[in-house]
């Protein structure tokens, strides 16, 4: 069976961040269909949206024939066992799963939408993303659809397309941070 290739993004400033985001890491390869095939560094960024603590954020990706609704409800399934209680909009949370992207998928329902809107802003997605999928090629930013629906285009210059290793560079990444390895075992 053909398989999509899909992108999941984690994150979370709330608890023992490291310890559930590795958790969370078992339970996605664990779930039945979800291949894990690569996964980024944990990264600590600086808090973006209201005054919170820092959060560790990360990358994973899949191999899967799931369609993308099942992928979304698995994770929202995961965040809930780990105890994700939705407060404040973008405010601190124990684990957060975003959908990224599934293959060259573009939709928009209530429930998803592919990419994920805010990729390609988010220096606490794109550096852990650039480490695992650096070719992959934006399906609207830089298109005439994205143009005629006035999406931003990242940089100053037009271009046709857009890889993650091109958004990575067009914006500003600091205050994302690679944690040392040794962090990761514990
Ligand atoms: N690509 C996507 N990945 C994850 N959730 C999505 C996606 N597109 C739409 N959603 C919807 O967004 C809802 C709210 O998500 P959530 O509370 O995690 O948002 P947030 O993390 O506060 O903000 P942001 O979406 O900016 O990261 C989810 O219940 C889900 O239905
Ligand atoms: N650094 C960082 N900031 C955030 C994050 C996140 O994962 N990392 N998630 C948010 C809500 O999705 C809001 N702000």
């Known amino acids: 069976m053909n398989q999509a ?47 919170q603590p ?3 954020n990360g990358c994973l990706l899949l191999q899967t024939h ?31 799963l975003d959908l990224l992207l599934y293959d060259q998928v573009v939709m928009e329902t209530p429930a998803l939408t592919l990419p994920h ?5 988010r220096a606490f997605v ?11 090629v934006h399906p609207i930013l830089g298109t005439q659809a994205a143009e005629e629906e006035g999406l931003p285009n990242p940089g ?5 397309s857009w890889t993650i290793a091109q958004l990575r560079q067009a914006i500003d990444c600091t205050g994302v941070e690679r944690l040392p390895p040794r962090l990761e075992a514990t």
Request: charge should be positive; glycine fraction near 6%; aromatic fraction near 6%.
């Open 5 to 51: 290739t899909a992108a999941i993004a984690l994150g979370s400033n709330l608890g023992n961040s490291l310890e559930t985001l590795q958790a969370a890491v078992q339970q996605i390869g664990a779930s039945p269909g979800f291949r894990l095939t690569n996964q980024s560094h944990w990264y600590r960024t600086q808090a973006v949206g209201p005054p």
């Open 54 to 56: 820092s959060y560790i």
């Open 66 to 96: 799931h369609p993308p609704s099942q992928i979304l409800q698995r994770l929202l399934d995961i965040e809930l066992q780990f105890g994700r209680v939705r407060q404040q909009h973008w405010g601190p949370r124990t684990l957060d």
């Open 117 to 121: 809107p805010r990729l390609h802003e």
């Open 126 to 136: 794109l550096v852990p993303l650039a480490e695992i999928l650096p070719t992959w």
């Open 156 to 160: 100053l210059t037009q271009r046709q």
